[in-house]
């Protein structure tokens, strides 16, 4: 097994030293699964939250084959294509979206536990709802991303949980005895007149972060772009409330909001339906910027993201100003929030062009830089 391990890349997502592609809570999972998997027939292996396809391709190189799997992160989905190419496993999986076609009937479920409790509640309830009533869920992660929370989490939709002892600062959860299963359904909130809805592990829930807050209130009056050529840009969408905020304050314009997670571009969806403004809104699953031609865009807005898989990282945003400056035009405007200890200003002046500061308060500043 640690030959395959040894092969497995982030790439597309970012790699660096200190970044890996598997770690000892993918190896426990896959450890504390290897029996169950052994008489398993095909199909009855469901992946859920594999980072870069160490658990599928475990699994696969173990002799599963009809593994479904699901991986919420677009560059994850990717980064697993790409090693399961290169270790010949392409035909042992296929990736399917969070719904009952993932899980119905499965015996077996590798599961990564995501770091949200709201997402846990949906795996979990999917998988009482859909999975076969005999179903072994070996659910696993790093201690320092673990709560007892996740026991009570997992209980409410399963009869037995056993926990393994601690490993390489891992741990185990087994669940069996599945009921209450349902399908996940998204959060619903109303934010300053907008219908906001989340599914489990969306960034901020059904709820406006501060930073975005202070993005939006510094937005001006008009905006540039706009068209069906030139929409204006929600990039990183996350439950798409910047998106649904400017269609909404901006009748007749048009947006497009893009995330590379999947339960964020459901929850935007949903946001966007809520609010009524769908047709004007596209809702794209996208890494970073790249279904958008270059040089095509007038106006972008962006809270941009930290954490890489469960990694937390400054190296995805310097990425995301590289790709907003290919797609904005000249003189296109790039609106950014960050938090002010990041010091992202010479990396926006570098990649976009000048850069001013519009809004700072004691956590976040607010910048619009200019295409140079
Ligand atoms: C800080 S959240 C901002 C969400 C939303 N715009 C808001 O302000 O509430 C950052 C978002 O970046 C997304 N993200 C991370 N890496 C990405 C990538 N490579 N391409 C597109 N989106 C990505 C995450 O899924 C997350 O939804």
Known sequence: MNAIFDTLRRWPDVEAPGLVAVDAADRLILDESAERRASAQPGDVVVFNDAYGALTLGA?????????THIDALTGERAL????????????YRSAPLDDSLVSGARTVLLRLP??????RDIAGLIAAHADPDVVVVAGGRLKHMSVSMNTVLREHFGRLDVTHARQKSRALIARAPHDGRDPSP?????EGLEVRAYGGAFAGARLDIGTRLMLESLPDALPGGTPDDPLIDLACGTGIVGAWIATRHPGVHVHSCDQSAVAVASARATMRANGVQDRVAVVRDDMLGTRPSASASFIALNPPFHSAAAVTDLIAPRMFDDAAR?????GQLWC????????????????????QVARNAKFTVTVSTRR
Do not use: F, I, K, M
């Open 115 to 120: 770091r949200s409790l709201d997402a846990l």
């Open 337 to 356: 929030v960050w938090n002010s200890a990041l010091r992202y200003r010479p990396l926006l002046e570098r990649a976009v062009g000048d850069t001013e």
């Open 81 to 92: 294509d790409a090693n399961a190419a290169r270790l010949c496993l392409t035909d042992r």
């Open 60 to 68: 696969a190189h173990a002799g599963a084959s009809g593994v479904r």
């Open 187 to 191: 959060a619903a909130a109303q934010v």
């Open 327 to 331: 797609v904005l035009r000249p003189g």
